[in-house]
């Protein structure tokens, strides 16, 4: 499940917060002005993932180091020596230009330096403004924050897939071309990782609302690795149980295992588990979405206190049909409070402290100056670590 397809959020970003990217001191008043325009075209336009916003506020910075719409100056690359300003332009029919004055006309514009006859009617059209007979326009806040979002929308993919790989010369090209400004660039995108690097996926918290305990799966996974399952639990592979699933975590403990598999033969049939194990993190979000009814669960436990939490429950699809051939084998049916649960009572360990403990452990790996106490306790600093918490899993943010 990749965090960079998930649900964006433009909250971090602020006048506040985007301040220490644009250092020039013009750029501090602009920012108030203009940021909010840009923020606003991202959104509209679908495109305000917060890996996107960075990489359209780099690229603001390195067109524009002031935060602000501007004509591209005469420069060497546009203006002969003793020449007329922008008529190296006029004739660059790559940029559909058609002749003199199509150079100045035409000249870069905006947050992005919209550049050529070609490109002035093409996202002119798209955005109903007549920029060819007005090509000013391109400079009006509202529409240069919609040219960038618009260039940005239409490499959104290859965007994300240079930002992933790290490739920031690969970033820059997409937009301009070129490399020009990628020092800059860089070093926006740079200072601008502190932004995003928390939590540039969803947190444990935010994917309450999904009613899809598989969205934190990544996270889950690590724990459970953490845990290291083979010492303690046995995945559940036999032809009529069907227990696959981004929400299930196919494991139980080996005696529970064994007798499941006993009432399974015994029946003859196909078995569904919907949940097996699960992680405390997932016990965590069922909590929730139970005390709030939320989702339609009937009964969750507090973690780590389920014994699913430690391979020792199943939920299952048919219970009534399934009832009495668990019930010879150690599984009890928990009651009609929670009608798919079952429980296994002929013993095994308590898992779910253990769980607990592994994901403390994992949690100081990665935040060494903010550790948890490692007791296997679910108190209050567990659970707030555990709600910002990457949903994906450390290290993939
Ligand atoms: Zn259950």
């Excluded at 397809?5 to 970003?13: G, L, N, Q, V, Y």
């Excluded at 960075?54 to 100056?73: Q, V």
């Excluded at 995108?189 to 996926?201: H, S, V, Y």
């Excluded at 009651?335 to 296994?344: A, I, Q, S, T």
Aim: net charge neutral; with cysteine; aromatic share 8%.
């Amino acid at each position: 499940m990749s965090n960079l397809a998930t649900r964006p959020s433009t909250k971090r970003f602020n006048a506040a917060s985007v301040a220490p990217l644009f250092p020039e001191a013009e750029a501090q008043a602009n920012l108030a002005r203009y940021l909010p325009v840009v923020l606003s075209a991202l959104h509209e336009e679908g495109v305000d993932h917060p890996a996107l916003v960075l990489l359209a506020l780099a690229t603001i910075r390195a067109e524009s180091a002031g935060f602000a719409p501007i004509d591209e100056y005469p420069s060497a690359w546009n203006t002969a020596p003793g020449g007329k300003a922008f008529a190296l332009y006029d004739h660059r029919h790559d940029l559909g230009n058609q002749g003199a004055g199509d150079g100045e006309t035409y000249r870069g514009r905006g947050f992005i330096q919209l550049t050529g006859r070609d490109n002035y009617q093409r996202y002119g059209d798209r955005l109903g403004v007549d920029l060819i007979h007005r090509p000013e326009l391109a400079n009006d806040p509202e529409v240069a924050a919609h040219l960038l979002a618009l260039f940005i929308k239409d490499r959104e993919q290859a965007l994300l897939q240079a930002y992933r790989e790290g490739d920031l010369p690969a970033a820059r090209a997409l937009i301009n071309g070129g490399r020009h400004g990628l020092d800059v660039f860089r070093q926006t995108m740079n200072r601008g990782q502190q932004l995003i690097a928390d939590d540039a996926g969803r947190t444990v918290a935010s994917t309450r609302s999904s009613c899809d305990t598989g969205a934190i799966s990544g996270l889950s996974q690590q724990v459970l690795n953490e845990l290291g399952l083979d010492g303690h639990l046995i995945r559940i592979n036999h032809p009529l149980i069907n227990g696959e699933g981004d929400q299930n975590n196919p494991w139980l403990q080996p005696a529970a295992y064994r007798d499941l598999v006993r009432a399974v033969n015994e029946r003859g049939r196909p078995l569904r588990i919907n949940s097996a194990l699960r992680t405390p993190m997932q016990q965590h979000l069922l909590h929730q979405q139970w005390r709030r009814g939320e989702c339609g669960i009937s009964a969750a436990a507090r973690p780590p206190w389920s014994q699913h939490n430690s391979g020792l429950a199943i939920d299952i699809e048919d219970a009534p049909g399934w009832r009495p051939y668990l019930e010879q084998h150690g599984w009890r049916w928990l009651g009609p409070h929670d009608p798919m649960h079952f429980d296994y009572v002929r013993g095994g360990i308590d898992l779910g402290a253990e769980q607990v403990r592994a994901y403390q452990r994992l949690w100081n790996r990665h935040h060494p100056q903010r550790p948890l106490v490692v007791d296997g306790l679910w108190g209050p600093a567990t659970e707030a670590a555990v709600n910002r918490s990457p949903a994906a899993g450390f290290g993939h943010s």
